[in-house]
């Protein structure tokens, strides 16, 4: 059985030890939704919801552990996000998704960005960040 439960103070451990396998940036609760997917009663992968502004929120860090890979884990954590950023009435939400992905957050509803002048500074510094970072090519995507 796969559910997905919002994260709490005693998860963050687990949650940065994941992203840091991962080489993501940390979570910190305070500006966050994170949800935490569980198969079988086991911590199977994560996803977070990281707020910008009032009106913007990028989701990022979806991850599915090895061991539970090919089970649409990350298909229930991105519509759970989605939901989630519904319920709070959230105008905007990016994500910065490896190029190879972008089928998969496009069934999701996400867009890829074109015109970047609506953009909030903070998703662009993000984006041009993991342009860097990251060997494999990143994509500018909104809801």
């Given at each position: 059985?796969?559910?997905?439960?919002?994260?709490?103070?005693?998860?963050l451990?687990?949650?940065?030890?994941?992203y840091?396998?991962?080489?993501f940036?940390?979570s910190?609760?305070?500006?966050?939704k994170?949800?935490?997917?569980?198969y079988?009663g086991q911590?199977?992968?994560?996803?977070?919801?990281?707020?910008?502004?009032?009106?913007?929120?990028e989701?990022?860090?979806?991850?599915?552990?090895?061991?539970?890979r090919?089970?649409?884990i990350?298909?229930?954590?991105?519509?759970f996000l989605?939901?989630?950023?519904?319920?709070?009435?959230?105008?905007?939400?990016?994500?910065i998704?490896?190029?190879h992905l972008?089928p998969f957050?496009?069934?999701h509803g996400?867009?890829e960005?074109?015109d970047?002048?609506?953009v909030?500074?903070?998703?662009?510094?993000?984006?041009?960040?993991?342009?860097?970072?990251?060997?494999i090519?990143t994509l500018?995507?909104?809801?």
């Amino acid at each position: 059985m796969l559910y997905i439960q919002k994260a709490n103070q005693d998860d963050l451990q687990w949650i940065n030890f994941q992203y840091k396998k991962v080489n993501f940036a940390p979570s910190y609760l305070d500006n966050e939704k994170i949800g935490i997917a569980y198969y079988n009663g086991q911590k199977a992968g994560l996803g977070r919801l990281v707020k910008v502004d009032e009106n913007n929120f990028e989701m990022g860090g979806i991850y599915t552990l090895e061991d539970y890979r090919g089970k649409k884990i990350a298909d229930s954590i991105v519509a759970f996000l989605i939901q989630e950023a519904r319920k709070l009435q959230i105008q905007d939400v990016y994500c910065i998704p490896y190029e190879h992905l972008k089928p998969f957050y496009s069934k999701h509803g996400f867009k890829e960005v074109v015109d970047l002048a609506a953009v909030p500074k903070q998703i662009i510094d993000k984006y041009n960040w993991c342009l860097k970072q990251y060997d494999i090519k990143t994509l500018l995507m909104k809801l």
